[in-house]
């Protein structure tokens, strides 16, 4: 049974990094690919959640709100796994499994209830888009998660 008392602030911090970074670099790359602009464009709609169409005005501060936003979004979900992961046991079973479920419940979230609350405006329904930003963020956010909490708590098990 993993210690559902401790609260393992190091590997939640060193996590959090490493999705955030991956979820970020995913996104970036991904729209680069797509479109051939460049990947400010992707920190610029971040920030448009908050800021809107100001967003796009050319203030240099407006990308750097975009990290900070996409980063406090990424600690709130590595915060929410950490908590339910050692209490529910299904999770700890496959843990590679676990974070890829969470990578589609982050989506879901994300784009069902964070997203309708931003000032970004809602965009068309393309499968395609759905499935890609999905596996983002199973592959990016979800999977080294699971991962993650997984080598912890086996760990933390072990000794």
Same mark, same amino acid.
């Given at each position: 049974?993993?210690?559902?008392?401790?609260?393992?602030?190091?590997?939640?911090?060193?996590?959090?990094?490493?999705?955030?970074t991956?979820?970020l670099?995913s996104a970036?790359?991904?729209?680069?690919?797509?479109?051939? +602009?460049?990947?400010?464009?992707?920190?610029?709609?971040?920030?448009?959640?908050?800021?809107?169409?100001?967003?796009f005005?050319?203030?240099p501060?407006m990308?750097?709100?975009?990290?900070?936003?996409?980063?406090?979004?990424?600690?709130?979900?590595?915060?929410?796994?950490?908590?339910?992961y050692p209490?529910i046991?299904?999770?700890? +079973?496959?843990?590679?499994v676990?974070?890829?479920?969470?990578g589609?419940?982050?989506?879901?979230?994300?784009?069902?209830? &964070?997203?309708?609350?931003t000032? &970004?405006?809602?965009?068309?329904?393309?499968?395609v888009?759905?499935?890609?930003?999905?596996?983002?963020?199973?592959?990016?956010?979800?999977?080294?998660?699971?991962?993650?909490?997984?080598?912890?708590?086996?760990? +933390?098990?072990?000794s």
């Amino acid at each position: 049974m993993a210690n559902t008392r401790a609260f393992p602030v190091g590997i939640i911090f060193l996590t959090w990094l490493i999705v955030g970074t991956l979820d970020l670099f995913s996104a970036c790359l991904q729209f680069v690919l797509v479109t051939g +602009k460049s990947f400010v464009n992707v920190l610029l709609f971040v920030a448009s959640g908050v800021f809107g169409t100001a967003a796009f005005s050319g203030n240099p501060a407006m990308p750097w709100w975009g990290v900070l936003f996409h980063y406090t979004i990424a600690l709130g979900f590595t915060l929410l796994f950490f908590f339910l992961y050692p209490r529910i046991p299904e999770m700890r +079973k496959i843990p590679a499994v676990s974070g890829l479920i969470y990578g589609i419940f982050v989506w879901l979230i994300m784009n069902l209830l &964070i997203l309708p609350l931003t000032n &970004i405006p809602k965009g068309p329904f393309h499968l395609v888009n759905v499935l890609v930003g999905m596996t983002i963020l199973m592959v990016a956010i979800g999977l080294p998660m699971g991962l993650m909490a997984g080598r912890f708590y086996q760990y +933390k098990s072990a000794s």
